[in-house]
């Protein structure tokens, strides 16, 4: 049966000051690593450090948007993948339009020395060391002969998508940042793992909507209508770190199957297809 292994390196949301920004990696059955998300800074690699990750180890990243808590943290993994091993491979980066060319302005702006372009990014050296991978929502992108990926679109700021990755028939789903969307229960049916953002419950459903989010309760019934097997709430504000139990009830109430709420450094296995 295939498998994958899924750690939370960073679960708050863009004002969150308790929890790292977003980035998980799906450790798949055939050795393939895909990090979802790149996060701030160098959070995701001071997680992945605490759990034997390291940098050189993240050669395909799944970008879902190009806002500061889901992208900043590429130049930090780019540099510390080029420091610890210069003319390794270079780091794969899929994203759309939109967010490969966001990309390119923050690599522009962060280290001068290096030269980016359309294509990727040569260090000062001259070693190509990263490539950009514009992606179309809907079109499958292979990542190893076994596992490939597909963006679809989904409702935050325009460019935005969350990827479902799969292989042999086991898939997780991942929303990204955005509010209740159709296409994503679309693009998630028969999943095994869903793991959607909430930044509150129903009662701030309002402000949820005004940021361009999602309540647990959209997040549920996401997942309801799309038939996943399971759901992991992520993008969690400051409000809920200590207590994210409203959240799991809330859920609850419109998803019948198991729900978890991630924290920094969360694992979680999972088998099937
Ligand atoms: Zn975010
Ligand atoms: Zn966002």
Redesign the pocket.
């Known amino acids: 049966m295939p498998h994958v292994h899924v750690t939370f390196l960073g679960t708050g949301?863009?004002q969150c000051v308790y929890r790292a920004h977003?980035a998980i990696v799906l450790d798949w059955d055939d050795g393939t690593r895909v990090l979802l998300d790149a996060s701030s800074g160098n959070s995701a690699l001071r997680h992945g450090a605490q759990l034997g990750m390291l940098a050189q180890d993240f050669n395909q990243v799944l970008l879902s948007h190009h806002?500061g808590?889901?992208m900043g943290g590429l130049p930090y993994i780019q540099g510390q993948r080029n420091s610890t091993n210069p003319g390794g491979p270079p780091l794969q980066v899929y994203g759309t339009e939109e967010s490969m060319s966001s990309v390119q302005r923050l690599f522009q702006a962060t280290n001068a020395r290096q030269r980016v372009d359309q294509d990727g990014l040569h260090t000062a050296s001259g070693h190509r060391a990263a490539l950009w991978h514009p992606t179309q929502p809907g079109q499958w992108v292979p990542l190893s002969p076994q596992v490939r990926a597909r963006a679809f679109p989904v409702n935050h700021i325009a460019g935005a998508v969350g990827w479902r990755v799969e292989s042999g028939g086991l898939a997780v789903v991942f929303s990204g940042?955005t509010r209740f969307s159709p296409s994503l229960v679309e693009a998630a049916q028969g999943a095994q793992l869903l793991i959607h953002e909430a930044i509150s419950t129903h009662r701030d459903k309002e402000d949820a909507d005004r940021r361009a989010h999602s309540t647990a309760s959209d997040a549920a019934r996401a997942a309801a209508e799309a038939g996943v097997s399971q759901l992991v709430l992520t993008?969690i504000d400051s409000k809920y770190h200590f207590n994210p139990q409203p959240l799991v009830e809330e859920a609850r109430r419109s998803y019948s199957g198991p729900v978890g709420v991630a924290c920094d450094l969360y694992q979680v296995s999972v088998t099937g297809g």
Do not use: I, K, N, V
């Open positions: 949301a863009g977003t806002h808590d889901h940042d993008h």
